[in-house]
């Protein structure tokens, strides 16, 4: 990713003190003075310097947000519209969103400086459960649950939640459950689209093993590695099924040990 974006990721310089110390001829990377804020870079691999000296990264921080509506998921807005790190404290405005919720949509909203923990969450295969509920104009029927089921084509992709919950209807609204386990752009809005109805409220309630609960909108709370499903050692909490051509069988030859110290989600 480009350099200035993946200081900004792991929390050691804003975007606008990597573009300073570029200018100035005082950020290397490996060694080598870089001149461009968008060289490409790996956060977890490369070695970052400022006038030689290692670059201190933060400790490691995540916050569940309760995104309210009206609100937009980026670091700025060229319509200086408000964002989600205007209603934090100046020391967590280092942080990243993991994926993005839109600007109608409110609920579950997880920031933080960890890298790989955000690339775990957003990468579909994971299949890492999200939970909404949905309120739409005009009655759902039982067939358009069954077709939203089976799921929608929509310009080019194919839109299919997990599950799909009717909690009421009447010919005025109805109110749904979805679960997705993947974040395409806007699919709950496009999936409803497409059968007739528009969404009048969306809002997260849970991601992953993590759940809104209480929290009011436009407050957050600091989350611990327990409640993420971090070890650093044990095994993932949620393993990636190997494809059938690599599963192991009953051979010592493909028992393989993890090195100590490494990391899971």
């Given at each position: 990713?480009?350099?200035?974006?993946?200081?900004?990721?792991?929390?050691?310089?804003?975007?606008?003190?990597?573009?300073?110390?570029?200018?100035?001829?005082?950020?290397?990377?490996?060694?080598?003075?870089?001149?461009?804020?968008?060289?490409?870079?790996?956060?977890?691999?490369?070695?970052?310097?400022?006038?030689?000296?290692?670059?201190?990264?933060?400790?490691?921080?995540?916050?569940?947000?309760?995104?309210?509506?009206?609100?937009?998921?980026?670091?700025?807005?060229?319509?200086?519209?408000?964002?989600?790190?205007?209603?934090?404290?100046?020391?967590?405005?280092?942080?990243?969103?993991?994926?993005?919720?839109?600007?109608?949509?409110?609920?579950?909203?997880?920031?933080?400086?960890?890298?790989?923990?955000?690339?775990?969450?957003?990468d579909p295969a994971n299949a890492v459960l999200r939970t909404y509920t949905v309120t739409v104009a005009g009655e759902v029927t039982e067939a358009e649950l069954g077709t939203a089921a089976a799921g929608i084509m929509d310009e080019g992709e194919l839109l299919k939640p997990a599950k799909l919950t009717l909690r009421k209807a009447s010919g005025r609204e109805s109110h749904l459950t979805v679960e997705l386990t993947e974040g395409k752009n806007r699919e709950i809005r496009r999936l409803f689209a497409a059968l007739g109805h528009e969404v009048t409220a969306l809002k997260r309630v849970s991601f992953g093993p993590l759940q809104l609960g209480a929290l009011e909108p436009g407050q957050f709370r600091r989350l611990s590695k327990e409640e993420l499903n971090i070890k650093e050692t044990a095994a993932p909490a949620i393993k990636r099924p190997l494809p059938p051509h690599r599963r192991p069988h009953d051979n010592k030859r493909f028992k393989r040990k993890m090195p100590p110290g490494r990391r899971h989600f």
């Open positions: 990713m480009p350099l200035e974006r993946a200081l900004s990721k792991l929390g050691v310089a804003s975007r606008s003190q990597t573009k300073d110390w570029v200018l100035k001829g005082r950020l290397q990377v490996n060694g080598r003075t870089v001149r461009d804020t968008q060289f490409m870079v790996s956060p977890e691999k490369d070695r970052f310097t400022v006038d030689g000296k290692p670059m201190q990264k933060d400790s490691w921080q995540a916050i569940l947000l309760n995104k309210p509506k009206g609100v937009v998921t980026t670091a700025s807005d060229e319509k200086g519209r408000r964002t989600v790190f205007d209603l934090l404290p100046t020391e967590l405005r280092a942080l990243h969103p993991v994926g993005r919720l839109d600007m109608a949509t409110t609920g579950l909203l997880i920031l933080t400086n960890d890298t790989r923990l955000s690339s775990y969450l957003t």
